[in-house]
């Protein structure tokens, strides 16, 4: 059961006796934080009173640290929370370990298993590949579907192939016989999770309410929302039902452009909880997957995959544009990424006197050519710092030496890029403050590494920018939204090891807290 997000919204709340964090450049710290209905207020001098003739609460934070919410620029909010109840592959370090995990598992209320999270690069050298035979042996005739680490990577069960329609695509593996292996990519992996059983509107819902509470409990107030298939609706409903606790920035997949420029949609179509956002695309696959698309050959496989060539990218481009929609493109590859900006270059005149802000998803290896692109066409840099170090082994292996121009935070802050960041979540956990922890303890190179101001600006007002909101969310200035977070430590001044481990004591949105209300 989703709760009514209700009650009423305090006239006035004073925040002091604690550290308040505004992000803003200009004053970047604070010792008390007025809140007047669902905005920030002005100052307030907490020795005599705020001055004021209404009737304030006042929150004694007894030395804990105020930050502006984090918003998630890259999730898949539905996958993630329905993720949350499904098996958790994770922390799998060989196929046996997998295979063992899959075959004591429960299957789910409609009699298939869905797990994510393994990881073939993380197995021994030796272990056999995955293959449909060894899940049947695991876990008898049930049909399994088990996401690797991407989300890119499908590993079937022979049960499951017989149910979903797996055709005889290059991203459908077969062994030596012709008989394909239970390992599809790819588009072939996206159909076939298209043609699951579909959850019942109860269970999408339960699942959100349950994304939704775990999500304020790490401080985030807003996303950037990538889901595909059911999750504008879902949105809608609670909206509806003024349950909507998270202010929502939601895609629209580009391969619907025709009917989304028929219907007239636009971005920023909405209000300050659920507006509609980009048109999203692929320009290519994974690094996990091997299907990343390259300008040379990866160290032990080919050149990748470009799911779009360069005519249909600058026809996307341009057709958005036109249509005054914002768009945003995955790309891994430094192939990928450079024909995205490429497309973006090329239709520049169409999209940027509408002043749109197209952004690329992942950016995570480019050419040093390419480095300065993005700050001079104006292009966002939307990116997962927790990747870095959960990639780490699988791109030196794959990317060698090219690893120097390999999620390249630091120089595409020195650039003068646009940064946003997010977590990619359920390929990462969803968690603001491991992300700022990777972007600011990043070593390899070292010169890649955010100063924490930084990493944490990527969450505040970096992902406002990117959808257009910056006067208004991102920071904690008088007449921007009350979306903060209560932390029991200052990330500025902790360890920067020790970031992620800082506990969230609280969260406000709009004004409300929901979660940890005082007292503490």
């Not at 049930?142 to 192939?161: E, G, I, Q």
């Amino acid at each position: 059961m989703v709760e009514p997000f209700g009650g009423a919204t305090l006239s006035r709340v004073i925040l002091h006796n604690g550290s308040v964090r505004t992000g803003d450049a200009r004053l970047p710290l604070a010792r008390a934080l007025a809140i007047a209905g669902d905005r920030i207020g002005g100052g307030v001098d907490v020795r005599e009173g705020d001055g004021s003739q209404v009737s304030s609460e006042r929150v004694d934070l007894d030395g804990r640290c105020v930050v502006p919410g984090f918003t998630d620029a890259h999730v898949h909010f539905l996958e993630w929370s329905l993720s949350l109840a499904r098996l958790d592959l994770s922390r799998t370090r060989s196929r046996d370990e997998v295979l063992s995990a899959a075959g004591s598992a429960a299957p789910g209320a409609n009699g298939w298993l869905i797990g994510a999270g393994w990881r073939a690069a993380h197995w021994p050298a030796g272990d056999p590949e995955p293959h449909r035979e060894a899940l049947d042996a695991a876990c008898g005739d049930r049909p399994v579907l088990l996401w690797a680490h991407d989300h890119h990577t499908a590993w079937l069960s022979s049960a499951a192939l017989a149910l979903l329609p797996v055709g005889d695509a290059p991203v459908v593996e077969r062994d030596a016989a012709g008989a394909p292996t239970g390992v599809v990519r790819e588009t072939a992996a996206w159909e076939a999770a298209a043609a699951l059983p579909a959850p019942r509107e109860s269970e999408i819902d339960e699942a959100v309410a349950r994304g939704l509470r775990t999500a304020h409990g790490r401080g985030v107030t807003g996303i950037h929302d990538f889901q595909r298939e059911h999750g504008l609706a879902a949105w809608q409903r609670l909206h509806a039902d003024r349950r909507l606790s998270l202010r929502v920035w939601a895609s629209l997949p580009a391969e619907r452009l025709d009917e989304i420029i028929a219907l007239g949609l636009r971005s920023g179509l909405g209000d300050e909880w659920l507006r509609i956002g980009p048109v999203k695309a692929f320009a290519d696959g994974t690094l996990g997957s091997r299907t990343a698309s390259m300008l040379e050959p990866f160290a032990d496989s080919g050149r990748g995959q470009a799911l779009l060539n360069a005519d249909e990218l600058r026809d996307l481009a341009g057709r958005s544009a036109d249509a005054g929609l914002e768009l945003a493109v995955h790309a891994i590859g430094d192939a990928a990424n450079r024909a995205v900006l490429d497309a973006l270059e090329a239709t520049r005149e169409r999209w940027a006197p509408r002043r749109l802000r197209p952004r690329i998803e992942h950016a995570q290896l480019l050419d040093p050519d390419d480095l300065g692109r993005f700050a001079a066409l104006g292009v966002t840099a939307s990116m997962q710092p927790s990747h870095a170090p959960s990639d780490r082994a699988g791109a030196e292996s794959a990317w060698g030496a090219r690893c120097a121009g390999a999620y390249a935070l630091g120089s595409l802050a020195a650039g003068g890029a646009a940064l946003c960041f997010g977590s990619d979540a359920p390929i990462e956990p969803l968690d603001p403050l491991a992300g700022v922890q990777a972007a600011a303890t990043r070593d390899w190179p070292a010169s890649e590494a955010l100063p924490v101001e930084r990493a944490l600006d990527g969450f505040w007002s970096g992902a406002a920018h990117a959808r257009q909101a910056e006067r208004r969310l991102g920071r904690l200035l008088p007449g921007y939204a009350a979306d903060l977070v209560v932390l029991e430590r200052d990330p500025v001044t902790c360890p920067p090891g020790e970031i992620a481990a800082i506990g969230v004591v609280a969260t406000m949105v709009g004004g409300r807290w929901v979660h940890g209300r005082p007292p503490w």
